[in-house]
C-alpha cells in the first residue's frame, strides 16, 4: 500500500520570498516517482516536477526544487522567488513506475501576498 | 489545441438519474484514466485503459462504468445518480502505463452536481 501525506492545509509566502511544502510519501515499492501538481482556481492539474526514486540528485524546474530524502519518506517542494501566478493548491503525488497509478495526498493551499 | 478534453464542463442532474462524461486526447496517448476529486479536493483514480483494455479498476461503485471505443476517447458513463457522486471528474492521458518515460496530462475536468 501507498500514502501520501500532507500535513499542511494552507501555506503563506510574501512575494519574491522562498517558500517550501512538505510531503511524505510511504511505499513498499522500491521502483517509483514522485510528483507535484498544481491546481489553480481554474482547476487544471499542472505538473511542476517530477523525481524519480533511484535518483539521488533531487529535480529542478527553473524556480521549483524539491528535497527528496529517501530514507526519511520525505518529498519537500521549493518555491523560490515567488510569485503571484504561483497561488494555486499544490499537491504531492507518488506511484510504482510500472503503473500509472497515482496516489495523491490531501493538498496544500499556498497563497502568496503582495 | 487541446491535449485532453472534456465534455460537458459542468453537469447539474437529478438523482437517480444516468449521465455520461466524455474523454478525448488528441496526443497520440496509449493511456487514458479517470480521476475524481471530491469536496474537499482529494483526488482519487478511479479506472485506467491502456490500448482500450482496463488496466486499473479502483474500488468504485459498479454505478460507474468506462468506455473506451478507441484509445483518444475514454468516457464515463454512471448509472442511478447518488448525491455523494457529486464531484470533478478528471481524464487524464500518457504515453503508456508507468512514469518511466512520461507524465500524465489531465484535462480541465467536469464538476458534476447531483440535486
Known amino acids: 500500500a501507498q500514502t501520501v501525506t500532507q500535513s499542511q492545509p494552507e501555506m503563506s509566502v510574501q512575494e519574491a520570498e522562498t517558500v517550501t511544502l512538505s510531503c511524505t510519501y510511504d511505499?513498499?515499492?522500491?521502483?517509483?516517482?514522485l510528483f507535484w501538481y498544481k491546481q489553480p482556481p481554474s482547476r487544471q492539474m499542472i505538473l511542476v516536477i517530477r523525481q524519480e526514486a533511484y535518483k539521488q540528485q533531487n529535480a529542478t524546474e527553473n524556480r521549483f526544487s524539491v528535497n527528496f530524502q529517501k530514507a526519511a519518506k520525505s518529498f519537500s517542494l521549493k518555491i523560490s522567488d515567488s510569485q503571484l501566478g504561483d497561488a494555486a493548491m499544490y499537491f504531492c503525488a507518488g506511484g510504482p513506475s510500472n503503473t500509472g497509478k497515482l496516489i495523491f495526498g490531501q493538498g496544500t493551499t499556498l497563497q502568496v501576498k503582495p | 489545441d487541446t491535449a485532453v478534453s472534456q465534455t460537458p464542463k459542468y453537469l447539474v442532474t437529478q438523482m437517480g438519474n444516468d449521465k455520461s462524461i466524455k474523454c478525448e486526447q488528441n496526443l497520440g496517448h496509449d493511456t487514458m484514466y479517470w480521476y475524481k476529486q471530491d469536496s474537499k479536493k482529494f483526488l482519487k483514480i478511479m479506472f485506467s485503459y491502456n490500448n482500450k483494455e482496463l488496466i486499473i479498476n479502483e474500488t468504485v461503485p459498479n454505478r460507474f462504468s468506462p468506455k473506451s471505443p478507441d484509445k483518444a476517447h475514454l468516457n464515463l458513463h454512471i448509472n442511478s445518480l447518488e448525491l455523494g457522486d457529486s464531484a470533478v471528474y478528471f481524464c487524464?492521458?500518457?504515453?503508456?502505463?508507468?512514469?518511466?518515460?512520461?507524465?500524465?496530462?489531465f484535462g480541465p475536468g467536469t464538476r458534476l452536481t447531483v440535486l
Open positions: 487524464a492521458s500518457s504515453q503508456d502505463p508507468g512514469f518511466s518515460y512520461n507524465e500524465q496530462f
Open positions: 511505499t513498499s515499492e522500491s521502483d517509483y516517482y
